[in-house]
């Protein structure tokens, strides 16, 4: 299992950046994909970005239509620690966000993908 605590967020202007941090117990992280989603007032959770497990070393990046150009996902496996570097903030950006952590992935936008989800941060951006 692992435990995962989301930090970060807060709030920006228009335009701002953030940087969201995930940071997850446990000694096997590098074999667990790792996702962000967010969950604005009333609307269902949402997919931002998620990266895959090592594959030869070798991870892959996923972004919904909405963050990419503006929204990066990295991981630090030596840190067990995966963050969300968003740039170019927009009002509609605002919601409480959620890291998430699974082994076995096939859809990445897919929330029941992930079995293990942090308590989540609040980013709220102003116009």
């Known amino acids: 299992q692992v435990q995962l605590v989301e930090s970060g967020g807060g709030l920006v202007q228009a335009g701002g950046s953030l940087r969201l941090s995930c940071a997850a117990s446990g000694r096997t992280f590098s074999s667990y994909g790792m996702g962000w989603f967010r969950q604005a007032p009333g609307k269902e959770r949402e997919f931002v970005a998620a990266i895959s497990w090592s594959n030869s070393k070798t991870y892959y990046g996923y972004y919904a239509d909405s963050v990419k150009g503006r929204f990066t996902i990295l991981r630090d496996n030596a840190k067990n620690t995966v963050f969300l570097q968003m740039n170019s903030l927009k009002p509609e950006d605002t919601a409480v966000y959620y890291c998430?952590?699974?082994?076995?992935?096939?859809?990445?936008?897919?929330?029941?993908?992930?079995?293990?989800w942090g308590q989540g941060t609040q980013v709220t951006v102003s116009s």
């Open positions: 998430a952590a699974d082994t076995k992935v096939t859809v990445w936008s897919r929330p029941h993908e992930f079995d293990y």
